[in-house]
């Protein structure tokens, strides 16, 4: 049969277009799904390493109320300024845990902080974490601790 003049072939696609157009599809489906779960990953440890943070400080400003209120701990041991002794344990969320490393003393001539061995020079460093337990974040936190003065004190007379 001949054509005529002027019709449109009607032959189709081959297979292997179809397959081509198929492959090409399939493969940038699965980098758009690639790049959702990515973005949702990172929105969660974004989450929890604000969360930490902020828990962080907040428990920070707990031990220094505590040590404020007279409950100075000299050269203080890993968990002397737990989150249950100074008041914090009920303030964290589910799925995170707060702790306090030990001290490091605080030299008098403000040098960089060293291990404390029982010579407490009033001042000390303190690091306090707080983790995801899924350990996806941890925040850390130091502070310098002072110790309270009292008017029998002369330092503070």
Not at 58 to 67: D, L, P
Not at 82 to 94: Q, Y
């Amino acid at each position: 049969m001949r054509r005529r003049p002027g019709w449109v072939d009607d032959r189709g696609e081959t297979l292997v277009e179809v397959l081509v157009a198929v492959v090409i599809l399939g493969v940038a489906g699965v980098a758009v799904v690639a790049g959702l779960q990515m973005s949702v990953a990172a929105s969660d440890i974004h989450r929890k390493e604000t969360t930490g943070g902020a828990y962080a400080r907040s428990y920070a400003e707990a031990i220094q109320e505590y040590v404020a209120a007279g409950h100075y701990a000299p050269c203080a041991a890993s968990g002397d300024y737990a989150p249950s002794t100074v008041g914090f344990s009920g303030a964290l969320p589910a799925g995170y845990t707060a702790s306090q490393a030990a001290a490091k003393r605080v030299p008098p001539d403000g040098g960089p902080a060293g291990v404390c061995s029982g010579n407490d020079t009033g001042v000390q460093q303190v690091q306090v974490t707080v983790a995801s337990n899924d350990g996806r974040a941890s925040e850390k936190l130091v502070l310098l601790l002072r110790k309270p003065c009292d008017a029998t004190m002369a330092v503070c007379s």
